[in-house]
């Protein structure tokens, strides 16, 4: 299923200024016949149209240019560029070739050092091997996300869907992962209403699928941190910038 992306005036404001810089970029590195940061302007463009509702555009258009990716960076490419294309794959509902990307992605991120945006990469894969029915490569990389993000001390997620970070977030605190990862990150994407209401499904959700005797002990376990999160919203976002 594709997503029916929606977006404020503000939203769209911010997508006409980038338009106006990735082209007046685009200009300068056309005149320089600089390849890679060509190529780094082409996928932040596929990632605005997907943000414009050109979802089905946006996807072919990845496919195509995640082939070009090696030719155009050579050895050392920004694997970066892996993870937003992965993500405009998997935002337009092609899930299994957004997981397949990143199979590949995470792999040569923990070959090369990659920390925050390895946690960014393994948790939406993490999301996407849950569409894709895959649970045992969803639990492997829901532990190695969290844990990776616990110990880079993260309070933000780099291209990290909302969608995506709400459901690996219920996952870690449903089986007891890193849960104060999750509680310092979860204010730095969702805002103090939206924690709230978070909180609020995600008890639901285990009611659903355990009972409500299991849904009352999860928020005796993990309801606590969770309630404390909408409080270190309005702290966090005074804090300034998020980390890395």
């Known amino acids: 299923m594709r997503r029916n992306w929606r977006y ?10 980038a338009a106006i810089y990735i082209a007046q970029a685009r200009a300068a590195f056309h005149e320089l016949g600089a390849l890679a940061p060509l190529a780094s302007l082409q996928a932040i463009e596929l990632y605005c149209m997907l943000r414009r509702g050109q979802a089905a555009r946006a996807a072919a258009a990845a496919s195509a240019f995640v082939r070009r990716l090696d030719e155009v960076e050579g050895a050392a490419p920004d694997l970066r560029l892996r993870l937003l294309l992965a993500v405009v794959l998997g935002e337009a509902g092609e899930h299994q070739q957004a997981l397949d990307l990143l199979k590949t992605t995470v792999q ?10 390895l946690a960014s990469a393994c948790l939406y894969g993490a999301y996407l091997a849950g569409r894709c029915n895959n649970a045992a490569l969803r639990d492997a990389w829901l ?18 869907p909302v ?13 007891g992962i890193k849960a104060e990862a999750v509680g310092r990150i979860l204010p730095r994407h969702l805002d103090e209403e939206a924690v709230e ?48």
């Open 8 to 17: 404020s005036s503000r939203g769209r404001d911010v997508l006409d200024e």
């Open 108 to 117: 040569q991120m923990q070959h090369r050092g990659y920390r925050v945006f």
């Open 143 to 160: 532990r190695t996300g969290w844990a990776v993000a616990e110990e880079e001390r993260c309070r933000f997620l780099p291209m990290l």
């Open 163 to 175: 969608e995506a970070l709400k459901d690996v977030a219920v996952a870690a605190l449903r089986a």
């Open 197 to 244: 209401m978070f909180q609020d499904v995600s008890e639901r959700s285990i009611a659903r699928s355990a009972g409500a005797g299991s849904a009352v002990a999860w928020r005796c376990r993990c309801g606590g941190r969770l309630s404390g999160i909408a409080h270190l919203a309005q702290g966090s976002q005074r804090d300034g910038a998020p980390d890395r």
